[in-house]
């Protein structure tokens, strides 16, 4: 099996690929079968990116914190594993972001797409599901769009749902949200266009950033929608795949 390592610059991804390549080599880039990722999940977001449209599954090996998207660490029976593994097949979010200069910014996100006030002021937002207007208003720190992968991340941490991996749904969450009282946010079919407009944005500017990676300040809008026709390639170890882990975090 062609195996292509890539790694983070922590210093125990750097040891690790180091090790990796020495027992294994390093495929060319053009020729790989398989890349495996050694960092954390943060690492494993820019690695999946990097290889989008090249249709290889990546393997993510944890060399740093939480690791949610990444396989337990060991040098030893490396192919084995890789050829054992399951796959988990994901889609990003599309967002379309227009600042108030009208530039328009696209980016994708595997994560979330999360608007979040730039001031010391509240945001206000309107939100349209599929061209019909929701809320009027929304006064908060900050909302996000998460996808069934990234709804364990930042969307959790917002006290957003953890969503099953092989749902057609999407999380639209607030952040500390003002009014509605205690809003919590929705589940939406992953069909659906979500479009954000923001009020008062000189008053209350809001960014818009796309897994933390395409950040675009000054917005006036932001339109976000699945993307089915990007696919990325996630391989685990039996038994421990997203799924699994998804569930699991449920009960911790």
């Known amino acids: 099996m062609r195996i292509r390592f890539t790694a983070s610059k922590a210093p125990a991804a750097v040891a690790a690929h180091q090790a990796l390549t020495a027992a294994y080599g390093q495929a060319d880039a053009r020729n ?24 290889l599954p990546v393997y993510g090996m944890n060399c740093g914190t939480i690791g949610f998207l990444m396989n337990a660490y ?21 967002m379309r972001a227009t600042n108030t200069k009208g530039k328009v910014t696209e980016a994708l996100a595997i994560n979330e797409v999360s608007l979040l006030r730039q001031g010391s002021q509240a945001a206000k937002l309107r939100v349209f599901i599929d061209g019909r207007l929701r809320l009027s208003e929304l006064a908060c720190d900050g909302a996000l769009v998460a996808t069934p992968a ?33 809003w919590r946010g929705a589940l939406l079919p992953s069909s659906a266009v979500v479009r954000f407009e923001v009020l008062e944005s000189e008053k209350r500017p809001v960014m818009a950033d796309a897994d933390s990676r395409s950040s675009v300040r000054d917005v006036v809008s932001v339109e976000v929608r699945s993307e ?25």
């Open 32 to 55: 790989a079968e398989v890349i495996v990722a050694l960092g954390g999940d943060g690492f494993m977001l820019q690695t999946l990116h990097a290889a989008q449209g090249r249709g």
């Open 74 to 94: 060991a040098e030893g029976d490396l192919p084995a594993r890789l050829q054992a593994a399951e796959e988990t097949v994901i889609n990003p979010l599309a």
């Open 228 to 252: 089915p026709s990007v696919t990325h390639r996630l391989l685990f170890d039996p038994g421990h795949g997203l799924e699994e882990r998804l569930i699991g975090e449920q009960f911790t």
């Open 150 to 182: 990234g709804s364990t991340a930042y969307n959790y941490s917002a006290h957003g749902p953890i969503l099953p991996i092989g749902s057609d749904v999407l999380a639209l969450t607030a952040m500390s949200a003002f009014r509605p009282r205690r």
